[in-house]
């Protein structure tokens, strides 16, 4: 009898940690456009401050705020209008006490105006005046030098994930191009007699490939870059010759199935004669992804994985693994979680980290958790998911109406 040493998942995740620390990280400069999703490697600091000259945030005219002191609806005051600032254009006018310029919304504010009158509160009065039916406060509609970025300040951290929403705060600086890091290079290995790919006919035994366009999209999301994907049959030669010859090309390999020790399980040993480490973990105490493999191949700086075939487990570990471990070297934030409400009680899996899908449900302002019983074969728990919790392995599980963490997946 040979039953699996495990190890807790943190064990598992320091050791491949521990590898992947020794290589510098990868890094390269990208266009901006290209940038959604990478994971920013340098500090960013304000070249400039942003605005870097007075905006107006309305279309109105600039005025010296005290001049419309005790101005109303039925008590105007009357300003002399100097001319119009174009947009776009510098400005070349000086607003002294009781004159006034045009200025579109964005443009710049003329010297000596400290405030913006929307025109909804101007009217034209005679060739070169306007009534001012408000009381207007000082800097009210001016963005003020700085106020949105100030020079030299840090605007984003090494480590943050590019989304749309800092890609346009780097635009805003005027950069076309950032210093991001490298995305790690993936080939993930389907393993299985019984794996059909999409498109061909299906027979009795045999099933469709789940894992490698599951795991393609999860090293997607989390910003590694696929180079090849394989489907091979459970056959020892053609598996070895194919991940003798991935491992010089990529940084990790996700070999999918064949983690067990079913007869044509050939993973472990595989990928022990592969590395150079040997195996590093065969068998995480965590539930799904028991029988889970790592290794490390230090002549190729390549991580190799053995992911269990069931695709819950696969795609689960990916995460705990990979994405994790990654997200650990860039520095980036841990995966955004929120706080739910237990639908039910839920028993821990006997000295097992238990990940347990969960469905949200919004009840006012609090969500509550349900969770997807399904063994970790069962695919369609999957899409039904959106997120996962965690159960430690010394815990005795989660009573109905805790609060408990969940990770949004
Ligand atoms: N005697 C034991 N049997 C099993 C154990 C054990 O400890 N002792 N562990 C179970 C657990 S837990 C898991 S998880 C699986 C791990 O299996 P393998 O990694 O060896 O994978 P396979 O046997 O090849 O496949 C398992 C299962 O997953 C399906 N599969 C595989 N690849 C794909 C794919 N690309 N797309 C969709 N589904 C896939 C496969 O058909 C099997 O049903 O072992 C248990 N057994
Ligand atoms: O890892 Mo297995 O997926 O526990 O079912």
Redesign the pocket.
Known sequence: MHLLTVDTLEQAQNKIYSYLAKNELKTEKIALTQAFQYILAEDIHAPFAVPHFRRSTVDGYAIHSLDTVGAGESIPCFLKVLGAVEMGEENRYTVKRGECVYVPTGGMLPNGADAMLMIEYAEKFGENEIACYQNVKHNQYVVDVGEDIPEKSLVLEKGTILRPHEIGVLASLGLAEVLVYAKPTVAII???D??LQAGERLEAGK??????YGLYAQAVKFGFAVQEYHHVKDDREAICRILENVVHHVDIVCV???????EK?F?ASLLAEISTTGILTHGIAVK????TITAYDEKNACLLLGL????V?AMLLFELLAAQVYRKLWQVSPIVQITAKMACNFPSADGRLTCQLVQLEREGHEYTAIPIFGK??VVSSLAKAQGYILVGMNSEGVKKDEQVCVYLI
């Open positions: 389907s393993l299985g019984e794996i099933i469709y490939d789940v894992n490698t999918s199935g064949g983690s067990s020790q079913g399980d993973t799904p992804g028991k029988p269990p075939g069931h695709p487990a970790s074969g």
